[in-house]
């Protein structure tokens, strides 16, 4: 079974430049999640998807933060403009949404805003 | 308060050690419960679940307490592998959240 991909895996970026990150969740999960990750601390919920709708995103900073699953497969995650404080590691996980399944993760995107 | 709240650690154990994590939650609806491994620099892999009536795998043992709202992992017979910062992930309705994690370094 391969595993969620998610691209890219580093990404150093100017403040008020946009970033844009990719997640191809595991085939057949209907629920993917983005995560923010800051050192030392666990994986923030940013937004959750039940395949194409969007279910939480209540911790999503709007003003800036964007995403969308326009198919209920693959998501992608984008900042406009991004700022010092973003600079986290990005985690795109998934499962198949049933019975309190565990969730999967990929790599993860670090991000750098200089 | 926290959703999820972890032992802040850091744990430093000699090789062969029993150590233990406690982690406790504040939504007494949740209904699913597991501890993740995360090395560092790299992802978070699920160590195990836990079922409410405690399981063991291997060295590792987990368990359940709905009362008073905690779980808690145990870790046998510590080897140097088992170093990682240990998350604690609490679900309801697919709405999972992570503790900040309790990180155990195993020492020679």
């Known amino acids: 079974e391969a595993g969620v991909v998610q691209s890219p895996r580093y990404k150093i970026i100017e403040k008020k430049q946009p970033v844009a990150f990719w997640c191809n969740p595991i085939?057949?999960?209907?629920?993917l999640y983005w995560y923010r990750q800051n050192l030392g601390q666990g994986p923030e919920l940013l937004i959750r998807?039940?395949?194409?709708?969007?279910?939480?995103d209540s911790q999503l900073p709007k003003d800036r933060f964007s995403a969308e699953r326009l198919k209920g497969v693959d998501s992608t995650l984008k900042i406009q403009p991004a700022e010092l404080g973003d600079s986290a590691v990005y985690l795109c996980?998934?499962?198949?949404?049933?019975?309190?399944?565990?969730?999967?993760f990929g790599n993860g995107t670090r991000l750098t805003v200089t | 308060r926290k959703e999820v709240e972890q032992d802040p650690g850091p744990f430093n154990v000699p090789e062969g050690a029993t150590v233990a994590f406690n982690c406790t939650y504040s939504?007494?609806?949740?209904?699913?419960f597991f501890w993740y491994r995360q090395d560092c620099r790299k992802e978070p892999k699920l160590l195990m679940s836990?079922?409410?009536s405690g399981n063991e795998d291997g060295r590792f043992t987990a368990q359940l307490n709905r009362a008073s709202q905690y779980i808690s992992l145990l870790i046998r017979d510590s080897k140097l592998s088992d170093s990682a910062t240990y998350l604690c992930?609490?679900?309801?309705?697919?709405?999972?959240?992570f503790g900040a994690g309790t990180r155990l370094t195993v020492k020679p």
């Open positions: 996980a998934s499962s198949p949404g049933q019975g309190n399944s565990p969730l999967h």
């Open positions: 998807y039940e395949n194409e709708e969007a279910v939480d």
């Open positions: 085939s057949g999960h209907n629920t």
């Open positions: 836990v079922y409410s």
């Open positions: 939504n007494s609806a949740s209904q699913s």
């Open positions: 992930v609490v679900n309801r309705n697919n709405d999972m959240r």
